[in-house]
């Protein structure tokens, strides 16, 4: 399998369209994609059509995963943590559900794990169901926290 690649911006994401995610990756090409990640940080791979157990299955291909021992916030596997507006199974949950606030609170800035003793290396996120583009709220972004800090004058 081997795929093409478009830029996000100038300096951060590409969009990959034609790679099928669930199949089995031959080493060359997450050789490429490990490469990519260095060098733009991060990936879109577009029009994937997984479930929890073929997400998994890709997201080892990058090392191991973390656990979520919350029952509340995780349904079939522990290593997928559900960030939404609706339960794992489906129920939909108001203002006020703890899981809501939590994700409310890293609407703000935060990276990934960071604060743990063995921080990730990677952060994957599947979008089940997103806004479309006009909408207002909900969005996820990202930056180059790399290029922040080289373009930091030298005193700070």
């Known amino acids: 399998m081997s795929f093409e690649f478009e830029n996000i911006t100038e300096h951060t994401g590409v969009k990959i369209y034609n790679f099928d995610t669930s199949n089995d990756i031959k080493k060359e090409d997450l ?8 060098d733009r940080h991060f990936i879109c791979f577009k029009n994937q059509n997984l479930n929890e157990d073929s997400l998994i299955k890709f997201s080892k291909n990058f ?35 703890p899981r809501v606030v939590l994700q409310k609170n890293n609407s703000r800035w935060h990276t990934d794990s960071s604060y743990r003793f063995y921080p990730a290396l990677y ?7 997103t806004l479309p583009m006009e909408a ?5 972004q ?3 926290m790399l290029l922040a800090y080289q373009r930091l004058p030298n005193d700070v």
């Open 31 to 38: 050789k490429k994609i490990k490469k990519l990640m260095q």
């Open 63 to 97: 090392g191991n995963l973390e656990s979520y021992p919350e029952k509340n916030k995780t349904k079939k596997n522990i290593q997928i943590f559900n960030v939404a507006n609706v339960s794992a199974d489906g129920e939909h949950l108001n203002e006020n559900d």
């Open 123 to 129: 952060s994957l996120l599947f979008g089940k169901e």
């Open 136 to 140: 207002i709220g909900g969005q996820t």
């Open 142 to 144: 990202f930056s180059n």
